[in-house]
């Protein structure tokens, strides 16, 4: 009996997915639980793992192709076996929305789309680039191709895989150098003695990602349809950081815990007392969340991406920790899953590795509000008189002013305090 | 060149050895009258007499404890383990024994002496006495292991082992006696340590060893009809460990899949994959996969023990994967 495999639903806003590639062809044996295609949904590139074991038998719609949720995209059953009914959809899938189509062709990699004129510029403007800049984000490549791609300066990240995974291998840094892909740097015909460094002066054209595209469509609704408004607080971190030493004296390497893990702890605490900051708003009514996810920024290549911690006020601080690493690790490799970024009631940016003083949040649709975290500094403060050394850290809520007030935000801001400034009480 | 079997191989190698050196004698169960277990030395009790062909007790601490004291007053002790499974009653004098008594005696005693053994599984013998442990006495320093996987390999490597003054445990496969192969007229001794290319090609690499070689080759030739044209590299001797054709194999395909018997883990192929990474990353193109045995023991029924047995047909699909 052959089963069809259907488009999924990734988020509770997904509309769509852009079938980027089949990972099984017809034909294929694939069992439960294997890889069928990779998607790339507003979120991220995801990979759809089959329901069904059996043969590959109709791969219902083109890699490339826009598919509406639970729109069929392929049928798996007994080798042989006859498709009976795999008509139904595509009708439906044959009409992507007119705007989607000039994004049909995923470009992974900007710098081979560019509108300069002169090629040999244009590619040394590829090697210094794979020289000097590390790309965002690594490279799948063999060692074989990486040594290749090094003793004769092609960029890596330019080149589209074509092993496992789109692993980079030999094959593709051979056929990119027979393209003439690869700098000309090295040839000895110039006559001058001295080499002027070439620099480009040509603009560079470079196509949005869905990512970057689903960023920018997400935060043009929430500035312009939701009222921001802003409170910032200064919180004495001088005992977290000290309890954050202690505890981290305790734990191996690879699972320290972060100032972070100890501010996501505390804002979940708080927003247990403040259900209707952790909440959204439908026409009249504002839905308080019954569960207290907290969000986390994560930089990816292309943009950003926010991890969800399920029931973040109930965790300890080591799982919120390992939680995180793990879910932030896969979100920059381009592996996330669709649990991971997926039903936050409450998002957090943190900034602190980058020196920031203070800064605001967009508010994340449609959430209600979110906390903007920045470093945490030795500064000199004043405490009786005295002035001496001391750890600050500013963090700014931005809320949607048609769910709460001015006052409720700042007592929110004072109560988080408490937890911040006294960490033993997020232990107890 | 004469195609001879595997078993005739062997047994041309210890007469050719008894006849040359006096010193030589061989020792083990049912070597004697019956002949060898499996009829390696049939005739020879005949030929040579009791002093120098000696049935023993079932006492494998005895046989290889024996061997050794023959070995270090001047003795060529060839000693027979009926399985390699029983050499784990012997462990002591096979580990903690024979490789270091000449290191720990200053050099004042060499031990030559070769343990005869018979691996593998494939032929129902249960759990217990068809296993493939070769890694474990590959583990240490001191001892040669070798385990040939053609008839021309076992005469040579067997004189060879024969021959040298450190203890040489010789492992042979039991269902392999009756393999044929073309085996060179006359006196040649192959050296120990020499891994070999048995298959040249260009696409990928299989590296193997004894049963392994006879599986890899088949499935070298399905391979060849697809189109897909592999190189296969037989390590001969675990223990000195020859990389280098290894590596110059794998620097011209950088694809390779490794065949055992044994089990994956911990095994020869984890060692083989080890040292291709340390000795030739720069070309890598492809992750190294291991084919093996399933990480069970050995089942007796039949279809079950081919199911844990690697196959043709596994190493045809590895060598697919290592080339997507």
Wanted: glycine share 8%.
């Amino acid at each position: 009996m052959a089963e069809t495999i259907n488009m999924p639903k990734l988020g509770f806003d997904m509309a769509e997915g852009l079938l980027v590639r089949w990972v099984k062809q017809v034909g294929e044996n694939i069992n439960k639980g294997d890889i069928l295609a990779e998607i790339e949904t507003d979120k991220a590139t995801v990979e759809v793992e089959s329901h069904a074991s059996g043969v590959v038998l109709q791969l219902i719609v083109e890699q490339g192709t826009m598919v509406p949720v639970n729109a069929p995209i392929a049928v798996i059953g007994q080798a042989g076996e006859k498709v009976d009914a795999p008509a139904a959809a595509p009708s439906k899938v044959e009409s992507p929305k007119p705007d989607a189509a000039p994004q049909t062709q995923p470009t992974p990699a900007p710098t081979t789309q560019t509108s300069a004129p002169a090629e040999t510029v244009v590619s040394d403007a590829a090697l210094n680039e794979s020289k000097d800049q590390p790309s965002a984000g690594p490279v799948k490549a063999s060692p074989l191709a990486k040594k290749i791609a090094k003793d004769k300066n092609v960029n890596l990240a330019a080149l589209q895989g074509t092993g496992p995974g789109g692993r980079v291998v030999r094959k593709d840094v051979e056929s990119a150098i027979a393209s003439g892909q690869p700098s000309a740097v090295s040839r000895p015909s110039a006559p001058t003695s001295v080499q002027p460094v070439i620099v480009s002066h040509d603009d560079q054209v470079i196509q949005t990602t869905k990512l970057r595209q689903a960023i920018g469509r997400r935060l043009v609704e929430s500035k312009t349809t939701i009222p921001h408004f802003y409170v910032t607080h200064e919180y004495k971190m001088d005992a977290l950081m000290g309890m954050r030493k202690q505890a981290n004296e305790y734990l191996p390497d690879n699972e320290k815990l972060s100032v972070n893990d100890f501010i996501l702890k505390a804002v979940a605490l708080t927003l247990r007392q403040f259900p209707n900051l952790n909440a959204t708003i439908k026409g009249n009514e504002v839905i308080q969340f019954g569960h207290v996810n907290v969000g986390v920024a994560v930089t990816v290549p292309g943009g950003l991406m926010t991890v969800v911690v399920k029931d973040t006020d109930q965790k300890m601080l080591r799982q919120i920790s390992s939680e995180v690493k793990t879910m932030a690790g896969r979100a920059r490799d381009g592996k996330v899953k669709p649990d991971d970024v997926d039903g936050s009631t409450f998002s957090t940016s943190n900034l602190g590795m980058y020196d920031v003083e203070d800064f605001i949040a967009i508010i994340n649709p449609p959430e209600a509000a979110i906390l903007a975290i920045s470093s945490a500094r030795e500064v000199p403060v004043v405490e009786g008189g005295q002035v001496k050394p001391g750890w600050r850290m500013k963090a700014t809520i931005s809320v949607d002013h048609r769910v709460s007030d001015g006052a409720e935000a700042a007592q929110f801001m004072q109560k988080l305090a408490e937890f911040l400034e006294n960490p033993v009480r997020m232990l107890v | 060149m004469a195609k001879i079997t595997m078993r005739e191989a062997i047994s041309q190698a210890l007469m050719e050895e008894m006849d040359r050196d006096p010193a030589v004698f061989i020792m083990g169960e049912e070597v004697g009258v019956w002949g060898g277990t499996y009829a390696v030395t049939k005739g020879f009790y005949d030929k040579y007499g009791p002093d120098r062909i000696k049935d023993t007790p079932i006492a494998e601490n005895a046989i290889i404890g024996g061997a050794i004291g023959a070995a270090m007053v001047g003795q060529r002790p060839v000693a027979e383990l009926m399985t390699i499974n029983f050499g784990f009653s012997a462990m002591d004098y096979i580990i903690n024994q024979a490789p270091k008594l000449h290191y720990m005696f200053g050099g004042q005693f060499k031990v030559p002496m070769v343990i005869r053994a018979v691996g593998g599984g494939g032929r129902q013998l249960g759990a217990t006495h068809s296993q493939t442990p070769d890694a474990i006495f590959a583990h240490f320093p001191g001892l040669k292991v070798v385990s040939p996987g053609t008839p021309e390999d076992a005469k040579g490597l067997l004189k060879s082992a024969i021959r040298s003054d450190d203890p040489v445990l010789f492992i042979e496969h039991a269902t392999m006696y009756q393999v044929r192969g073309e085996v060179p007229e006359g006196e040649y001794t192959i050296p120990i340590g020499k891994s070999k290319v048995q298959r040249e090609g260009s696409d990928a690499t299989i590296v193997t060893y004894c049963k392994g070689l006879e599986l890899s080759m088949k499935a070298a030739d399905e391979l060849a009809s697809q189109g897909i044209n592999v190189e296969v590299v037989d390590l001969r001797t675990l223990r000195p460990l020859d990389m280098e054709p290894i590596i110059e194999s794998f620097k011209k395909t950088n694809r390779a899949v490794v065949v055992e018997e044994g089990w994956k883990s911990y095994g020869v192929g984890s060692e083989i994959v080890s040292r291709i990474y340390e000795q030739a990353f720069d070309y890598v193109d492809a992750p190294i996969i291991r084919v093996a045995q399933k990480e069970v023991p050995l089942p007796y029924n039949r279809t079950l023990e081919q199911a844990a047995l690697p196959q043709v047909a596994d190493i045809v699909s590895a060598v697919k994967e290592v080339l997507k």
